[in-house]
């Protein structure tokens, strides 16, 4: 944007907040924007958000760093990769980040740029939070389960939950939000001095399997209690899930993004109270969808890449937004987010950076040109924490059109076409049809692997020449 425009922006404030699994179409936050246009004035809803990743280790790369989940290839942010909180607190933000979800801790570089970060893990008990806080002879002991195990992992998840919770009976794996929100107002309260420019990241876990929304919001979901509810979530067998019980999850679902909604408006209005929603971006988001067998598949299923997990909410709100409460209907992808706040605090972008800025459309109400948007996984090993990239899964949806690469299903690609705007829900295959429209997809794939394989050499090299660099000063 011109200098012109961008100087007449005043942001001190930055108000992240994530809602693990949320899909667009349970967007129920309607009291959500209430507060927010009550106390910032101005939002826009963007009503097709892609997810660059079906799973939080594939999403969250695009919106902490603004890079493809490839270019990681791993749980692990890759060394080099510089993030959003690194470029906010170099540009003066206090960045502080609260959550529990053990796949965004510490453990694997999420704290990187964050001048306080509460992850929670070690407090949460939990296969998963064990698995990850684990070292020593107990992560040796995993490591040799996980070797024996190898290519049975996900049955084996579901196993050692099940066991797990068993023994240890009814016990959230997370932090739950309103908890999570005492521990965000009570270190505002002690704070005051750090809130004059900061980046505030609040991830909630509570919209995530297993869906167990405390007692006052179980009306009509047919369980009377929150223990009961959080067991029933085990009945299920991933590998063949039981439509009945999806479709009681399903209910279990929907009462919990409705309390998680009830509590990031309380947040809203607290954190206006404390006059931080003055000089403020507010963006609300999620990591990616969760599937209901619309394609056969329960959860946020690592190996398939239709838009019930894909498809994210988001709305950004903002004194400077030139709307009253409108809808963006433009596809955009998680990754455009990271450069669009460096954007309008007028910082740099880093080089590596892949997503576009969306302040124009904040701003002046502009149009985001059509772009091709990437989301990709890759065969993930939970117990040894690791992903086999040689074996991924790509999409790319350019306008009405999407096309799937499968590698993760077969050895040699397999490829789905759809027409979203005839066939929104991705039921009829149109690859052999239109042979024309789907070679032009594929090479857009094709171009975007190789910039993948261009970025991580890239990343490689850059950091080849600090350590080289470093070693000099040093002797
Ligand atoms: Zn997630």
Same mark, same amino acid.
Do not use: C
């Given at each position: 944007?011109?200098?012109?425009i961008?100087? /007449? ?11 693990d699994?949320?899909? #667009? ?14 106390n910032?004035?101005?939002?826009? %809803?963007f009503?097709?958000v892609y997810?660059n990743?079906?799973? %939080? ?6 919106i902490m760093?603004? %890079?493809?989940?490839l270019?990681?290839g791993?749980l ?11 470029v906010l607190?170099?540009?003066?933000f206090?960045?502080?980040?609260? +959550? ?5 801790s ?6 990187r740029?964050?001048m306080e970060? !509460? ?7 939990s ?19 996980g070797?024996?195990l190898?290519?049975?992992s996900? /049955? ?9 919770y ?21 270190w505002i309260?002690?704070?005051n ?10 991830? !909630? ?16 979901t ?6 009961e ?7 299920l ?19 919990s993004?409705? !309390?998680v909604?009830?509590n ?16 403020s ?8 969808g969760? #599937? ?7 959860? +946020?299923a690592?190996d ?10 988001l709305?950004?709100?903002? %004194?400077?937004?030139?709307? &009253? ?6 596809p955009?992808?998680l990754?455009?987010?990271?450069p669009?706040?460096?954007d309008l605090i007028? #910082? &740099? ?5 892949k ?5 124009r ?9 059509? !772009?091709p948007i ?12 690791k992903?086999?990239t040689?074996?991924y899964?790509?999409?790319v ?14 050895s ?5 076409l759809y ?24 090479r857009?794939?094709?171009? +975007?692997?190789?910039?993948?394989n /261009? ?7 850059v950091?080849s ?5 470093r070693k000099s000063?040093c002797?």
């Open positions: 944007m011109s200098d012109e961008i100087n /007449k922006i005043k942001i001190n404030r930055v108000i992240l907040i994530t809602v699994s949320l899909r #667009a179409d349970y967007d129920m936050l309607d009291n959500v924007r209430d507060v927010l246009f009550e910032v004035g101005s939002l826009l %809803t009503k097709v997810s990743g079906p799973g %939080t280790s594939q999403s969250f790369p695009s760093s603004s %890079t493809p989940f270019v990681h791993d692990r942010l890759k060394d080099g990769i510089p993030t959003l909180a690194e607190s170099q540009n003066g206090y960045t502080i980040g609260f +959550h529990s979800n053990p796949f965004l510490r453990r694997f570089g999420w704290d740029g964050f970060f !509460y992850d929670f893990l070690g407090r949460y008990r296969p998963a939070g064990l698995v990850v806080s684990s070292s020593g002879w107990k992560r040796f002991l995993i490591n040799v389960l070797k024996l190898e290519g049975s996900k /049955k084996l998840w579901s196993i050692v939950n099940r066991v797990y068993r023994i240890k009976g009814f016990n959230l794996p997370y932090i739950e939000a309103r908890e999570l929100n005492n521990y965000v107002l009570e309260r002690k704070n001095n750090k809130l004059k420019r900061v980046f505030l990241w609040i991830h !909630y876990m509570d919209v995530h399997f297993p869906f167990a929304p405390p007692d006052e919001y179980l009306s009509g047919g369980f009377s209690n929150r223990r509810a959080f067991f029933y979530n085990y009945r067998n991933f590998e063949n899930p039981n439509p009945e019980i999806v479709s009681r999850l399903k209910k279990l679902y929907e009462a993004v409705r !309390y909604a009830d990031i408006a309380h947040l809203l209005e607290e954190l206006s109270r404390y006059s931080l929603l003055d000089d971006l507010v963006i609300i988001t999620s990591d990616h969760e #599937a209901f067998l619309e394609h056969g598949k329960f959860g +946020h690592y398939i890449l239709y838009n019930e997990v894909l498809r994210v909410p709305i950004i709100g903002g %004194t400077f937004i030139n709307s &009253k409460r409108q809808i963006y209907d433009r955009i992808q990754m455009d987010l990271a669009t706040i460096i007028r #910082a &740099k972008k880093p080089i590596v950076f997503g576009k800025s969306l302040a459309v904040l701003y002046e109400g502009s149009e985001t040109n059509l !772009y990437f989301s990709e996984s890759a065969i993930p090993d939970l117990i040894n924490l992903y086999d040689s074996r899964i790509v999409s949806v350019l306008g009405r059109w999407k096309l799937i690469l499968d590698l993760i299903h077969s040699v690609p397999m490829f789905e027409d979203l705007a005839k066939d929104p829900n991705e039921k009829h295959n149109l690859f052999e049809e239109h042979k024309d429209v789907a070679n032009d997809l594929i857009l794939i094709n171009l +975007h692997l190789d910039n993948i /261009k970025l991580k050499k890239f990343v490689e090299n950091l020449l600090r350590l080289r660099l000063l002797n």
